[in-house]
């Protein structure tokens, strides 16, 4: 297996009869993460609510303890008050933050229902998460616009410590794309079929599919993964691939081989650079970005 920055191919082909559509997905998605955001902000509206009432009731114990001039009493309940004013500001920044990020969701989903009302449903969404994510169109790079489809030719550069999610065309499976990441599609069509090349770094991907998956593969300089219908993570690096499965099948093979394994639901397995399969069951504990809840169906 050669360095991580070799390429990778990326093949999903969908029943587009079945099962909603990617914009339609990725409005249902961003819709969830506008309401969450909304929701945040409510919590920390409350929160600064409660640190200036407070504030407010430290200041007036104050003003009653300065009039008595007990000078021990006097430097206990100012340290209250600062104490509180430190906790509204910490409230105010988080109501900020959170405001700031409930702009960032709104904008997302009008450039969602932007996509959709322009170019229809039926076309395959990146979109942001956090982070810098681009995109690579004849040369020139651009910020990831989820109101843009994806064309055949254009490349997504997911940076460090971003994240991005890809609805795909045609079919009914979401991919999560982890920090480092790079692919340019090559191929996007409403009749089920999306194909990518995956490069420059590529590391951790996570893939869940519903049950009318017509074929799903995923490929890497060491493996293929062939699927139908399941919640999975693939990871790649310059000794391995290492495949995880959270939900249904997932058939596994050495790129140079013949012989195939399954990987069930709480199992997985790691293809090594020499063609070697090795079983990782059961599954260890470390901890796995799941953007999904617990039911893949509602997503």
Not at 25 to 52: F, I, M, Y
Not at 196 to 202: E, I, P, R, V, Y
Not at 271 to 292: A, F, M, S, Y
Request: glycine letters at 8%; one cysteine or more.
């Amino acid at each position: 297996m050669r360095a991580i920055a070799c390429t990778f191919v990326f093949l999903a082909m969908m029943q587009s009869a079945y099962g909603a559509s990617p914009g339609e997905r990725a409005l249902a998605w961003s819709e969830s993460q506008r309401d969450a955001a909304l929701g945040a902000v409510l919590v920390a509206r409350k929160r600064v609510e409660a640190a200036e009432s407070d504030l407010t009731v430290s200041r007036s114990v104050e003003r009653d303890i300065r009039d008595g001039k007990d000078a021990a009493a006097l430097a206990v309940v100012r340290e209250a008050v600062s104490v509180s004013e430190q906790g509204l500001a910490e409230a105010r920044d988080l109501l900020k933050r959170a405001m700031a990020h409930l702009s960032r969701q709104e904008n997302t989903l009008a450039a969602v229902r932007k996509s959709v009302a322009d170019n229809g449903s039926n076309r395959a969404l990146v979109i942001p998460m956090n982070g810098e994510v681009r995109r690579n169109i004849r040369g020139a790079y651009i910020d990831a616009d989820p109101s843009i489809p994806l064309h055949p030719g254009e490349r997504v550069e997911v940076g460090p410590n971003a994240s991005a999610r890809l609805f795909v065309a045609g079919g009914n499976a979401e991919v999560a794309l982890s920090q480092n990441s790079s692919f340019t599609v090559t191929r996007d069509e409403a009749d089920g079929s999306f194909e990518a090349l995956l490069n420059n770094g590529f590391g951790r991907l996570r893939v869940v599919i519903q049950k009318y998956s017509k074929k799903f593969e995923v490929r890497t300089p060491s493996a293929v993964t062939s699927v139908r219908g399941t919640d999975f993570s693939l990871l790649a690096s310059p000794a391995l691939t290492r495949i995880e499965v959270f939900k249904g099948v997932v058939q596994v093979r050495a790129l140079e081989g013949t012989h195939t394994v399954e990987v069930h639901a709480g199992e997985g397995c790691e293809v090594l650079k020499d063609g070697g399969i090795q079983p990782v069951h059961p599954l260890d504990d470390q901890p796995r970005d799941n953007p999904w809840s617990t039911d893949v169906s509602s997503n």
